[in-house]
């Protein structure tokens, strides 16, 4: 099972990307997964929050590279698909991560509501070094929260960054010591769910109600272009050498 799903307390459910031999990537059947999970959580009256995280001290690695690099078989992205309903969740949800935390790994942290890192972890957004663009979102909502000069180093140079700049770039509540971040999430989970639960849907509703139409329209944008881009010969050069390695 590539996402794997647990009631860790009552009330708060954890979901695992759990594909260690490829560091989580995500692949199809991994964002199927996920959605699954979600959709499940947000049904079911007896969970009130949420924990995303990834099994084998690695968060995730990101879409899986050699579905990118066969985008032009595989038909419409069922990671557009989760982004919707990741976006779109009326329910808590709490990041964990340690270890690594590529693409949309990073840019899904834009859409939980609290997210937490272990020391050790390590981000990155290299949409352009892959030929790609951004996602996810994250070319409107991290100049919001990070700064546009911010926004810029981490989206253009994609270089890799550490929890300190992600905590600073407003990706993260906190950083935790390497290892911590599970605990301290389900801690606030678990506090999430001690509240009463249409207060906690309502406020997460009111944070999120005036960029929700830009948050829509960019990640439709976004996704259109990254369509194109993952066809590009750029792209496609950037997959076969990273299968080739
Ligand atoms: N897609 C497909 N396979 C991936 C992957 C991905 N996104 N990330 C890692 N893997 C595979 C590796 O190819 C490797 O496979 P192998 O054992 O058959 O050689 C295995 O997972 C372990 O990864 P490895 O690269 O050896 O681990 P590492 O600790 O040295 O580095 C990363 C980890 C995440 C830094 C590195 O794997 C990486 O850069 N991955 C690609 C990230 C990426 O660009 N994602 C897309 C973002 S848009």
Same mark, same amino acid.
């Given at each position: 099972?590539?996402?794997?799903?647990?009631?860790?307390?009552?009330?708060?459910?954890?979901?695992?990307?759990?594909?260690?031999?490829?560091?989580?990537?995500?692949?199809?059947?991994?964002?199927?997964?996920?959605?699954?999970?979600?959709?499940?959580?947000?049904?079911?009256?007896? &969970?009130? *929050?949420? #924990?995303?995280?990834? !099994?084998? +001290?690695?968060? /995730?690695?990101?879409?899986?590279?050699? $579905?990118? %690099?066969?985008?032009?078989?595989?038909?419409?992205?069922?990671?557009?698909?989760?982004?919707?309903?990741?976006?779109?969740?009326?329910?808590? &949800?709490? *990041?964990? #991560?340690?270890?690594? !935390?590529? +693409?949309?790994? /990073?840019?899904?942290?834009?859409?939980? $509501?609290? %997210?937490?890192?272990?020391?050790?972890?390590?981000?990155?957004?290299?949409?352009?070094?892959?030929?790609?663009?951004?996602?996810?979102?994250?070319?409107?909502?991290?100049?919001?929260?990070?700064?546009?000069?911010?926004?810029?180093?981490?989206?253009?140079?994609?270089?890799?960054?550490?929890?300190?700049?992600?905590?600073?770039?407003?990706?993260?509540?906190?950083?935790?010591?390497?290892?911590?971040?599970?605990?301290?999430?389900?801690?606030?989970?678990?506090?999430?769910?001690?509240?009463?639960?249409?207060?906690?849907?309502?406020?997460?509703?009111?944070?999120?109600?005036?960029?929700?139409?830009?948050?829509?329209?960019?990640?439709?944008?976004?996704?259109?272009?990254?369509?194109?881009?993952?066809?590009?010969?750029?792209?496609?050069?950037?997959?076969?050498?990273?299968?080739?390695?």
């Amino acid at each position: 099972m590539s996402i794997l799903t647990e009631t860790v307390l009552p009330g708060i459910v954890q979901i695992t990307m759990n594909r260690p031999e490829r560091k989580n990537a995500l692949d199809r059947a991994c964002y199927q997964g996920l959605i699954d999970a979600i959709t499940a959580a947000e049904a079911d009256p007896d &969970i009130r *929050a949420m #924990v995303l995280t990834g !099994a084998g +001290g690695c968060f /995730t690695s990101g879409n899986d590279i050699k $579905d990118f %690099a066969g985008a032009a078989e595989t038909g419409p992205r069922v990671a557009m698909d989760y982004l919707g309903v990741l976006s779109t969740a009326k329910k808590p &949800i709490v *990041a964990a #991560v340690e270890g690594f !935390a590529v +693409g949309i790994g /990073t840019t899904m942290l834009l859409h939980c $509501d609290l %997210a937490f890192a272990g020391k050790g972890a390590s981000f990155r957004m290299p949409f352009v070094a892959l030929g790609l663009s951004p996602e996810g979102a994250s070319s409107y909502l991290l100049p919001l929260i990070a700064g546009s000069k911010r926004a810029a180093e981490l989206l253009m140079l994609g270089e890799a960054f550490g929890p300190e700049i992600a905590h600073e770039a407003g990706l993260l509540n906190a950083v935790t010591p390497e290892g911590g971040a599970l605990a301290l999430a389900i801690e606030k989970a678990r506090a999430l769910a001690a509240l009463p639960p249409q207060s906690v849907a309502l406020t997460k509703m009111l944070l999120k109600r005036a960029q929700a139409p830009a948050v829509a329209e960019t990640i439709a944008t976004e996704g259109r272009l990254f369509g194109e881009r993952l066809l590009s010969a750029e792209a496609q050069a950037a997959f076969a050498a990273f299968l080739k390695r």
